[in-house]
């Protein structure tokens, strides 16, 4: 499977409700192909495969991406992509997320609250706040006014949207039924502290980098054995590092995180 299609089949959040009132935005169907993913941040990543995938399709023109706004004195945000419908020349303001969140259900606060980055540096009720008091309404900032009359996009026409590529991981045990059904469809794994992590023998691992959380795991290669990936998860523990790890029987893959924080 190729970068673009394995992109297209990581799980979309659907958050749309009457606490967040953008829809998912609809990838067009695969045109091109092989795409190589280039040696940047992840999030560089998804943007890089995000746009191929527009460009490349007859349904949008990409009027702009990763658009830096000014004020007189800083940088005050970016849009991420204007796009507009060549059938229909309507215009969206599409903002883009690539998100991995392991659910904390010990955590305080509201259920997206307990939907926290493997290194506790984020959650996905920060994401949602983000899009919604900051990015979205960027389009209709002042300083935004000009780029937008130069390149003929309507913001008082456009569609806003949003495309939250969410990996959710569980609990080792955690029942997937006790969630929403939008959150079902998006858990691809679990994660486990270090004191209950059990690695069986004769089985293969691999500790994947974060530049290869988009790659589809059948590309992965740097498979090592239960005694080897233990020392690997040391380290990057040792670190304040939650590593993902790839767990190989047969062709089955799964995946989970090691985390080093403690439960509140």
């Keep these: 499977m190729d970068i673009q299609a394995h992109f297209k ?70 849009l991420d992509y204007l796009l507009q419908d060549n059938k229909t020349n309507t215009h969206f303001h599409v903002e883009l997320s690539c998100k991995f969140y392991l659910f904390d259900p010990k955590s305080r606060g509201t259920f997206a609250q307990k939907w926290i980055g493997p290194n506790k540096k984020d959650s996905l009720q920060d994401k949602i706040t983000k899009l919604r008091e900051k990015q979205f309404p960027l389009l209709f900032d002042a300083n935004t006014a000009n780029h937008l009359k130069n390149i003929g996009f309507n913001p008082s026409k456009a569609i806003q949207q949003c495309y939250l590529a969410a990996s959710l991981y569980l609990p080792l045990g955690h029942a997937i039924q006790e969630l929403p059904q939008a959150y079902q469809k998006c858990v691809v794994g679990f ?24 790659l589809p795991p059948n590309s992965i290669t740097n498979w090592c054995n239960a005694k080897e990936i233990r020392n690997k998860i040391i380290e990057a523990l040792e670190n304040k590092k939650a590593p993902q790890v790839y767990k190989k029987s047969g062709a089955v893959i799964e995946k989970f995180f090691v985390v080093w924080w403690d439960l509140e």
Aim: charged letters at 15%; a negative charge; glycine letters at 6%.
């Design 191 to 214: 994660w486990v502290h270090y004191n209950q992590l059990v690695l069986e023998q004769h089985t293969s691992y691999a500790l994947v980098e974060k530049k290869q959380w988009l």
């Design 9 to 78: 089949e990581i799980p979309v959040l659907e958050l749309f409700g009457a606490a967040f009132l953008y829809k998912t935005f609809s990838l067009p169907e695969l045109v091109g192909s092989n795409f190589e993913i280039p040696d940047v941040m992840l999030g560089r990543q998804a943007e890089a495969i995000f746009e191929s995938i527009v460009t490349q399709s007859e349904t949008y023109t990409l009027l702009g991406a990763n658009i830096q706004i000014q004020s007189p004195t800083k940088t005050i945000g970016e």
